[in-house]
């Protein structure tokens, strides 16, 4: 049964025009991204089997195609849907981060950089170019792969410091263990950096490392000065 046929007021797409979005369950709120179930199967059954097959909305928007598609009811048009529901909440993230100055916000910073490096399966190390009044300027991914002192080139980022005329940066990478703790091949890295770009005057204000529920800041651990 599609939504479109549940009797009027009780589906979860009246639900959410009635009460709003924040009233509906998880299984509701990925009803209305998918339409429809299959036959016996109505659009919320079929969502709740989803959520239970990947252990939630993260895991299952993190599934392949492949795997999505192989279950009953799903196929490329609703795994297109899903993934487009995604990168929209990811691209909201990003406007609301290029707006506002991004150290009066510490949240939507790490919110930002959780949604861009949290559920890589391999290492991507970036930074976050900032002018002078610490607004973001761009995001940029640098390198992917290990991240090590040779893997990760202090003049590749003072090249693009200049070329973007940034006044500050932070930069971050992803620990694709889930384990946020910095290594000591992370602390030397950040310290090559800010000497790196000390000698431009371009201050280095943090170094995140993301991890799968939480966000190390070495300025916040004074490892910054």
């Given at each position: 049964m599609?939504?479109?046929?549940?009797?009027?007021?009780?589906?979860?797409?009246?639900?959410?025009?009635s009460h709003g979005a924040s009233q509906l369950s998880d299984s509701e709120l990925l009803a209305v991204v998918l339409r429809n179930g299959l036959q016996g199967l109505s659009a919320v059954q079929?969502?709740?089997?989803?959520?239970?097959?990947?252990?939630?909305?993260?895991?299952?928007?993190?599934?392949?195609?492949?795997?999505?598609?192989k279950l009953p009811g799903m196929g490329p048009v609703k795994?297109?849907?899903?993934?487009?529901?995604?990168?929209?909440?990811?691209?909201?993230?990003?406007?609301?981060?290029?707006?506002?100055?991004?150290?009066?916000?510490?949240?939507l910073t790490r919110d930002y950089l959780m949604r861009q490096l949290r559920d890589r399966a391999y290492e991507v190390f970036a930074i976050l170019l900032l002018d002078s009044q610490h607004r973001v300027i761009q995001f940029v991914e640098l390198f992917r792969g290990t991240i090590d002192s040779a893997s990760v080139y202090p003049r590749d980022v003072v090249c693009l410091v200049l070329e973007k005329k940034a006044a500050a940066v932070i930069?971050?990478?992803?620990?694709?263990?889930?384990?946020?703790?910095?290594?000591?091949?992370d602390r030397r890295i950040t310290e090559r950096l800010?000497?790196?770009?000390?000698?431009?005057?371009v201050s280095l204000l943090d170094h995140m490392v993301v991890g799968d529920r939480e966000i190390v800041s070495f300025a916040e651990r004074g490892w910054i000065d």
């Open positions: 599609g939504i479109k046929d549940w009797p009027l007021g009780e589906g979860p797409r009246d639900k959410l025009l079929l969502a709740r089997n989803l959520i239970a097959e990947f252990g939630g909305l993260r895991g299952l928007l993190k599934a392949s195609q492949q795997e999505v598609c795994f297109a849907q899903l993934q487009a529901a995604a990168e929209l909440s990811t691209r909201i993230s990003a406007e609301k981060l290029k707006r506002g100055k991004i150290l009066s916000d510490p949240d930069v971050c990478h992803n620990h694709p263990s889930g384990v946020a703790e910095p290594s000591q091949a800010k000497c790196a770009l000390a000698t431009i005057d």
